[in-house]
C-alpha cells in the first residue's frame, strides 16, 4: 500500500513548523529553572535529585561555574558496577557541549540528532547558566506555537474590524447593551465577558480592551451589589468606546464620599467575596480616560465612561 | 516561568482540567481583594489568592490573569473549576501560607508587578517625599 498524497494543509503545516525551528530561539524552548548537583554528591544523593525533581539529567556546577553534564545513563552505571558512594565529580562527563540561549532552535536539533545527547545546558553570551533544554521541550515550544498561531488565525477570521472601513457613511457607530440582574452573584460579570470578547473580535488592541473590560466588571459589580438591576451599554466608534452603566436606583447620596478611595457601604457578605472595598470607583476613573458620575437617590445612578482608541500606551491604573 | 516550575515549586496541584503546563506567567501578585487584583496586575500575572468563589476567574478573565494558585489548602467549589475551564484559566493549589506561596516563587525568580502610580501617590501625599 502506498501512502496517501498529503494535503495542501499538512503541506503547509509542515513548512510552517520547518519555518517555525529556525524562528523560535533556544530560549523560547528551554527549561529556565535548572537543577544543578556539585562534583562533591554522591551518587546516592544524585539518584535523589532525580527521582524528587521527576528529571533525567543535571549539569554539574563547581563554585559557580559549570563543570560537567551527568544524567541518568551515568547512574546505571554506577549502579550496575555497586558505585552508589562514588562522587558525581568522577561520574560525570567534564566541559559539557553547551547552547547559547539567543540561538536558532534548529541548532539544537543539528546537535541532538549529531551527538546523541539527551540534554544541553544553556548559557548566555557571558557564559552564566541560564537553562537546560531537552529533546521534548523542543516539540512542545512547537507545538505551543503552533497553537498560538492557529488561535490567532482564529480571531482574525472572527474579527470585525472591517466594519468601520466597509460600511460607507459619515459616521459609523457600534452598539452594545447587555443587562445586568441585580443580586444575581452567580451571573455577575458575565455582561462584562461578552463585552471584552467582543472589543477583542473588532479587532481593538488588546490594552484598550483591558481597560474598557475592568472599568466595565467594576461598574457591573456595582449594579449587582447595590441596585436591583440595570444595564451596561458600550458605543464604539473608531476614535472611543463610550460606555454607559445605568440602574434604577436607590442612588448615591454623596457622590464625593463615593469616590474617596477606601469609602464603602457594602454589606459584610459582600466583602467576604473580595468585593465592596471601596476601590471600585477609583478603579474606574484610573482606567478610563473621561468619568461622569450623576445619582439621585431613589431614582437611579447613570456612569459615563469614555476610553480613547489612539491612549494605547498608557496602560490600565496608573492615577 | 512556566507553571510547571511553579508546580514544582510550591509543591502544588493542579485543580482544573486540559491545563497547558508550558503556559508562561511573566510575574506574580498575591491578593484577596478583587478590586485590588484588578489595579496592581498586568496581562500574564499568576494571581494567589485565598478567596474561591467563581468571581476570582472572572476578575482574571477581565485583568488577563491566566493562571490562579489557590494558597492555605483551600480548594474551590465544582462552580470556581467549572467556570476557570470555561474560560480557558488554569487553577492551582498550594498547601502554603500565602507569604510562603509567594515567597518560594519570588525567591525562584519570579518578579513581583512592579509599582504602580496609584501607590506612589498615595505614599507622596502621605510622607511628602519624591
Not at chain 1, 77 to 84: E, T
Not at chain 1, 110 to 125: A, C, D, E, M
Not at chain 2, 15 to 43: I, P
Not at chain 2, 71 to 92: D, Q, S
Request: hydrophobic share 40%; net charge negative.
Amino acid at each position: 500500500m502506498s501512502t496517501p498524497p498529503s494535503t495542501p494543509e499538512q503541506k503547509r503545516e509542515i513548512t510552517r513548523l520547518q519555518e517555525l525551528v529556525y524562528e523560535l530561539r533556544v530560549r523560547d524552548a528551554m527549561t529556565t529553572r535548572v537543577i544543578t548537583v556539585t562534583p562533591q554528591t554522591t551518587i546516592a544523593e544524585f539518584r535523589e535529585v532525580l527521582r524528587a525533581n521527576r528529571i533525567s539529567g543535571t549539569p554539574v556546577v563547581d563554585e559557580g561555574q559549570m563543570v560537567g553534564i551527568i544524567s541518568i545513563e551515568d547512574l546505571i552505571k554506577a549502579l550496575a558496577a555497586g558505585q552508589m558512594n562514588a562522587t558525581v565529580g568522577e561520574k560525570m562527563t567534564p566541559r559539557p557541549v553547551t547552547l547559547y540561549d539567543d540561538e536558532p532552535l534548529i541548532h539544537a536539533v543539528g546537535k541532538f540528532s549529531s551527538l546523541g545527547y539527551g540534554r544541553f545546558p544553556v548559557i548566555n553570551r557571558q557564559g552564566d547558566l541560564v537553562g537546560i533544554l531537552v529533546q521534548g521541550d523542543i516539540v512542545r515550544a512547537l507545538l505551543r506555537r503552533l497553537e498560538i498561531e492557529y488561535h490567532e488565525e482564529e480571531v482574525r477570521r472572527y474579527r470585525a474590524s472591517h466594519i468601520f472601513e466597509d460600511i460607507l457613511a459619515d459616521q459609523v457607530t457600534l452598539r452594545f447593551r447587555y443587562q445586568v440582574i441585580g443580586g444575581d452573584f452567580e451571573r455577575a460579570g458575565e455582561a462584562s465577558s461578552r463585552l471584552k470578547k467582543t472589543l477583542s473580535r473588532l479587532g481593538i488592541h488588546p490594552r484598550i480592551v483591558r481597560r474598557v473590560a475592568i472599568a466595565a466588571y467594576e461598574a457591573e459589580m456595582n449594579i449587582v451589589i447595590y441596585t436591583d438591576g440595570g444595564e451596561l451599554v458600550a458605543e464604539v466608534d473608531p476614535k472611543r468606546v463610550y460606555l454607559v452603566a445605568l440602574d434604577q436606583g436607590p442612588g448615591i447620596p454623596d457622590i464625593q464620599k463615593a469616590m474617596e478611595p477606601g469609602f464603602s457601604t457594602a454589606p459584610e457578605w459582600v466583602r467576604e467575596m473580595g468585593f465592596g472595598a471601596g476601590m471600585g470607583l477609583p478603579n474606574i476613573q484610573n482606567c478610563t480616560d473621561e468619568m461622569r458620575l450623576e445619582s439621585t437617590v431613589g431614582v437611579g445612578t447613570r456612569l459615563e465612561m469614555v476610553i480613547y482608541l489612539d491612549s494605547e500606551a498608557r496602560p490600565c491604573s496608573p492615577g | 516561568m512556566k507553571l510547571r516550575e511553579v508546580l514544582q515549586l510550591i509543591e502544588g496541584k493542579v485543580l482544573t482540567r486540559n491545563t497547558d503546563l508550558d503556559l508562561e506567567v511573566k510575574m506574580g501578585c498575591g491578593a484577596d481583594l478583587m478590586s485590588d487584583v484588578l489595579a496592581f496586575t498586568h496581562e500574564g500575572t499568576l494571581l494567589m489568592s485565598g478567596l474561591t468563589n467563581p468571581q476570582v476567574v472572572r476578575t482574571a478573565e477581565m485583568a488577563g490573569i491566566q493562571a490562579i494558585v489557590f494558597v492555605r489548602g483551600k480548594i474551590p467549589p465544582p462552580e470556581t473549576i467549572a467556570l476557570a475551564e470555561e474560560k480557558g484559566i488554569a487553577l492551582l493549589a498550594s498547601k502554603y501560607t500565602m507569604f510562603e506561596t509567594c515567597g518560594r516563587l519570588y525567591r525562584a525568580g519570579l518578579p513581583s508587578c512592579g509599582l504602580f502610580e496609584s501607590s506612589l501617590k498615595r505614599w507622596r501625599e502621605f510622607f511628602g517625599e519624591e
